[in-house]
C-alpha cells in the first residue's frame, strides 16, 4: 500500500482543509523534498477569494522550503544530500522557449510541461508534506535559517529581478509605491544598494515599517501630491528608479510622473483589472527614461536570493505575520487575506 502524505487544498471558495493522498515516490532524476513550510502569496490568497479562478480543489503554494528525503537514481546524493535544507523554486522554465533562450527563464511560456502528474489535484504543490523536484529547481539554504524566515526565497528573488531591472546605483534617488509586503521587500533592496529611498503609501502603520526597514523618507499620498513631492525633494529631476507595487493603474501613471531622464520605472505588481494608461512619446522621446515590468524569479535572482537570506543580508523577520500548523489551514488563510497582514506561513 502507498505511503501517505496530507496535504492542504482549497475545495472551494473562502475555504481550506487537510486532505490524505498518496505520497508521490522519488523517481530517476528527481528530488523528494519533504515540505517544512510554505508563505501564503497574494497568488494563492486570490485562489481562497476567488478573485482568481480556478478549478477546485487546488493546491497552492510555491513559496516553499523544507529538507531532502529522498534522491533518485542517477542523482548525486553528494550534491543533493537527504537532510539539507532546501528552497525550491517552483516556477517552471523549459529552458527550449523565446525567453528561456534568452536566459531569462522568469519569462517562460510554456510552465504547463512541468510534470505535476504525481499530484492529486491540480496546482503547484507547495502546500503538501513532500513535493517531488527537478534538481535545477533545489537552492541549497542555511540549515540554521528559521523556516519562516527560508520560505521568503521566492519572493525576495521576485523583488531582485525586479531591482535589477531597476539598475540602482549608489547615491541615486529610488520611489517604492506601495507598503505591502513587496513594497517593504524593495525598500530593503534598494537601501542595501545604496540609493536614498523614498516610499509612498497612504497607510500609517505601512509607512512606519518602511523607515525601519530602510526608508529614507516617507510620503501620504493622501496628503500630498506624491509626484510633485518627488520632484521637490529631487529638486526638480524626478527618480532614477521608480518601482509601482500597486495593482492601480491611477499609481501606475503616477509612477511614471515620478522618473527622471534615463531612469527605469519598473512595473511591479500584476494588475486587477489591467487599465491602459497614457505615455507621451514626445515625452519618451525626451527624456529617454524606460518603462519596464518585473514578473517572477529568475533564475540568477533565485541563486542570490537564497544567498542573501542564507547569510543574513536580508532579515525578512518583520514582515512575519504568523506561522501556523497544516492542521491550521482555515485560519491561516484568513489571517493572510487581512489588509493589515504580511507574510502568514504555514507548518508542515
Ligand atoms: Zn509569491
Ligand atoms: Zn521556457
Redesign the pocket.
Known amino acids: 500500500m502507498a505511503e501517505k502524505m496530507d496535504i492542504v487544498v482549497i475545495p472551494e471558495l473562502n475555504k481550506a482543509e487537510v486532505r490524505t493522498v498518496d505520497k508521490p515516490e522519488v523517481q530517476p532524476g528527481k528530488v523528494l523534498v519533504r515540505i517544512l513550510g510554505c508563505a501564503l502569496c497574494t497568488f494563492e490568497q486570490r485562489m481562497f477569494t476567488g478573485v482568481a479562478n480556478v478549478p477546485k480543489p487546488f493546491i497552492g503554494g510555491h513559496e516553499v522550503t523544507g529538507v531532502i528525503a529522498a534522491v533518485g537514481e542517477g542523482v548525486d546524493e553528494k550534491q543533493f544530500p537527504v537532510g539539507k535544507h532546501v528552497a525550491a523554486r517552483t516556477f517552471y522554465?523549459?529552458?527550449?522557449?523565446?525567453?528561456?533562450r534568452h536566459d531569462e527563464?522568469n519569462?517562460?511560456?510554456?510552465g504547463n510541461e512541468a510534470d505535476r502528474s504525481w499530484m492529486a489535484y491540480p496546482g503547484i504543490g507547495g502546500l503538501q508534506q513532500y513535493m517531488l523536484l527537478d534538481r535545477n529547481q533545489i537552492y541549497m539554504i542555511n540549515d540554521d535559517l528559521p523556516l519562516e524566515k527560508a520560505c521568503f526565497a521566492e519572493p525576495l528573488a521576485c523583488v531582485l529581478n525586479s531591482i535589477e531591472r531597476g539598475h540602482l546605483e549608489i547615491g541615486e534617488d529610488v520611489v517604492v509605491i506601495g507598503g505591502g509586503i513587496m513594497g517593504q521587500l524593495h525598500v530593503m533592496c534598494a537601501k542595501l544598494s545604496g540609493c536614498r529611498v523614498i516610499m509612498s503609501e497612504p497607510d500609517g502603520p505601512r509607512r512606519e515599517l518602511a523607515k525601519k526597514l530602510g526608508a529614507d523618507i516617507c510620503i501620504d499620498p493622501t496628503q500630498v501630491d506624491a509626484v510633485e513631492e518627488v520632484k521637490r525633494l529631487t529638486d526638480g529631476e524626478g527618480a532614477a528608479a521608480v518601482f509601482n507595487t500597486t495593482a492601480v493603474s491611477a499609481v501606475a501613471q503616477q509612477a511614471i510622473g515620478m522618473v527622471a531622464k534615463l531612469g527605469t520605472v519598473v512595473m511591479y505588481s500584476s494588475q486587477h483589472p489591467d487599465k491602459p494608461i497614457e505615455v507621451s512619446p514626445g515625452w519618451l522621446h525626451n527624456s529617454e527614461a524606460n518603462i519596464t515590468g518585473a514578473v517572477s524569479p529568475s533564475i540568477r535572482s533565485f541563486r542570490r536570493s537564497v544567498n542573501a537570506l542564507s547569510k543574513g543580508i536580508i532579515d525578512p523577520e518583520l514582515l512575519v505575520s504568523g506561522v501556523f500548523d497544516y492542521h491550521d489551514c482555515q485560519k491561516a488563510f484568513e489571517t493572510a487575506i487581512r489588509p493589515d497582514t504580511f507574510r502568514c506561513i504555514i507548518k508542515f
Open positions: 522554465s523549459c529552458g527550449h522557449c523565446y525567453a528561456c527563464g519569462l517562460c511560456e510554456n
